[in-house]
């Protein structure tokens, strides 16, 4: 079965820098567009960024754009979101999703999510 | 503040029917963007609930069903559960600003 495995997460300063990486396995990675969601403490979700099965689409919230960068390893089963400037509104848990869809749409899902890895922003 | 507005808490007694609504405007559900409805447990991860058309994935019961009209949509539960106590979650895409989500229900069954 599909299964998302979220690790990399812990405490930053704000201004600092942390990379969370996320391993797929029970599905053909290298075929699924996969997306970063987070969830601050006690708040609702917030989709971050999407990248396509090859890396040539990718997309940004207006939030995280010029800070936050999203990359795949499409041998290693591996998604990774390389995050700087960190602030202390980044402080949320972050989740690896699998898109519904294999192509580039407005109307897609999130169909398999990981258990998520805590990013804790705090001077 | 969330783009999509969801009530903060519905309940029900066991056997009832509750509904959540989402409601958009006229760049996101309104905009004939599909809405689609996750839960999630306590400490848990998101789950996909309805996706697309009222569409379940492969062991959501059909007690669960979703409808959209006009700039709104809403889930449906039949049966109330004692399970079926978690937070719910609708997702659409707005054209200014991307895949959206709502800011989440407390569903409390009674």
């Known amino acids: 079965q599909v299964q998302l495995v979220e690790s990399g997460g812990g405490l930053v300063k704000p201004g600092g820098s942390l990379r969370l990486s996320c391993a797929a396995s029970g599905f053909r990675f290298s075929d699924s567009f996969m997306s970063w969601i987070r969830q601050a403490p006690g708040k609702g979700l917030e989709w971050i960024s999407k990248?396509?099965?090859?890396?040539?689409?990718?997309y940004y919230a207006d939030s995280v754009k010029g800070r936050f960068t999203i990359s795949r390893d499409n041998a290693k089963n591996t998604l990774f979101l390389e995050m700087n400037s960190l602030r202390v509104d980044d402080t949320a848990v972050y989740y690896c999703?699998?898109?519904?869809?294999?192509?580039?749409?407005?109307?897609?899902?999130?169909?398999?999510w990981g258990q998520g890895t805590l990013v804790t922003v705090s001077s | 503040q969330s783009v999509l507005t969801q009530p903060p808490s519905v309940s029900g007694a066991p056997g009832q029917r509750v509904t959540i609504s989402c409601t958009g405007s006229?760049?996101?559900?309104?905009?004939?963007?599909?809405v689609h409805w996750y839960r999630q447990l306590p400490g848990t991860a998101p789950k996909l609930l309805i996706f697309g058309h009222n569409n379940r994935p492969s062991g959501v019961p059909d007690r669960f069903s979703a409808s959209k009209s006009g700039t709104s949509a809403s889930l449906a539960i039949t049966g109330l559960q004692a399970e079926d106590e978690a937070d719910f979650f609708c997702?659409?895409?707005?054209?200014?600003?991307?895949?959206?989500f709502g800011g989440g229900t407390k569903l409390t069954v009674l």
């Open positions: 990248i396509s099965q090859s890396g040539n689409i990718i």
């Open positions: 997702q659409s895409y707005d054209s200014n600003l991307g895949v959206v």
């Open positions: 999703a699998r898109d519904g869809l294999d192509y580039d749409s407005s109307g897609d899902w999130f169909d398999s």
């Open positions: 006229s760049s996101n559900i309104g905009g004939a963007y599909d």
